[in-house]
């Protein structure tokens, strides 16, 4: 599966969510398949993104919140797992695309390509739904169900280790977050 | 246990005048009273965390979805945070209120918090986030609604020093 085609096939579901990702890869493409005003990327602070996903999630608590997480990033915040898995808000959707790799910077090999379960861990530190798919349609599938669940799930996507030619975009940082913050003011407003 | 039940609570009560809502915390000796006013707080949502940078993350998403936040950590915790305060709080113009319990000063009998105490505010300096110490009860209050409106008017990190002449009595 690739990371590009797994996006694209939950991009109606991300339309209507509060989206955070992490930075490269993951974030240029998100942005070639269309941005909207509720989406978030989250450009550095490895790890930080599902630590953001959780903010928003209990602060929002009526708003769907979806992280786009990736191997690297998640290793490097593993405890954050067991603190999303404490508040398991049940409106936060927490995808893990492992392509066992850090891809944007070199194809370093990460520790799930030799043997590291990320959805174990999960399970592991106490997140309540879990699961690893390997197709596009097993992908869509849970992730659909995931949203309907209404309790924390960590769905980890296996994708191959391939990425866009470029990370940098047209979206500079801060127009993004200010854009975010704004949405979400409004959405509150008409809701 | 010689912390201050007087002091935190006006620290407490400084946070919710500036309409903190979320208080994100990892337990350390002299944020106990605090962590358990948040915790017996309805109106607080408290997030225990494994590591302090993640209240970095915690509080953008919360400060991004409209609701004031602010994180309760030891210096040392302060020091493992750095990065995410970098490349998130900085980086996205997060307005964090950080209150950091300043170990390691004049006075401190356990050797282990002795290095963290020298290096703190030097650190802070080279960050260029702006800080006051919280040292006397006569200021709390103020201090910390200083210290939001700050942070908000200028959409970047801020911190408030804990001292032990407020926090500790022996």
């Known amino acids: 599966m690739r990371r590009v085609a797994a996006i694209q096939a939950i991009y109606p579901e991300l339309e209507r969510s509060v989206v955070v990702t992490i930075m490269g890869a993951v974030a240029a493409e998100l942005q070639s398949i269309g941005h909207r005003p509720n989406f978030f990327y989250l450009q550095h602070a490895m790890g930080l993104a599902s630590s953001v996903g959780l903010g928003l999630a209990l602060a929002r608590p009526e708003l769907p919140v979806v992280v786009l997480d990736g191997d690297g990033s998640l290793l490097m915040n593993l405890g954050g797992l067991t603190t999303l898995a404490r508040y398991r808000p049940g409106n936060l959707v927490h995808v893990v695309f492992d392509n066992e790799s850090l891809l944007s910077v070199g194809g370093f090999p990460t520790a799930t390509s030799t043997g590291s379960d990320l959805a174990a861990i999960a399970k592991g530190a106490g997140v309540p739904r879990t699961a690893t798919v390997g197709t596009l349609e097993e992908f869509r599938g849970a992730f659909v169900a995931a949203q309907g669940a209404g309790e924390l799930t960590t769905l980890v996507a296996k994708v191959e280790a391939v990425g866009p030619a470029g990370y940098v975009t047209d979206l500079t940082l801060l127009e993004n977050r200010f854009q975010f913050a704004r949405h979400l003011k409004e959405r509150l407003r008409k809701e | ?170």
Request: net charge negative; with cysteine.
């Open chain 2, 1 to 170: 246990m010689p912390v201050s039940v007087s002091a935190s609570t006006q620290v407490y009560r400084g946070l919710k005048q500036a309409g903190v809502r979320i208080v994100s915390a990892l337990p350390e000796t002299w944020l106990v009273h605090l962590i358990r006013m948040a915790e017996d707080d309805p109106e607080m949502t408290l997030v225990r965390l494994a590591k302090e940078e993640e209240g970095v993350g915690i509080s953008t998403g919360s400060h991004l979805a409209g609701v004031p936040s602010a994180m309760l950590m030891q210096n040392h915790g302060f020091l493992a945070a750095i990065n995410g305060i970098v490349s998130c709080g900085q980086l996205y113009r997060i307005p964090l209120l950080m209150l950091i319990s300043q170990r390691g000063s004049f006075g401190e009998k356990d050797p282990w918090q002795t290095e963290g105490g020298g290096v703190t505010e030097h650190v802070l300096d080279a960050l260029r986030i702006p800080f006051d110490r919280l040292d006397s009860p006569a200021h709390v209050e103020k201090r910390i609604a200083k210290a939001q409106t700050l942070a908000r008017s200028a959409s970047r990190p801020v911190a408030l020093l804990l001292e032990r002449d407020l926090m500790w009595e022996d």
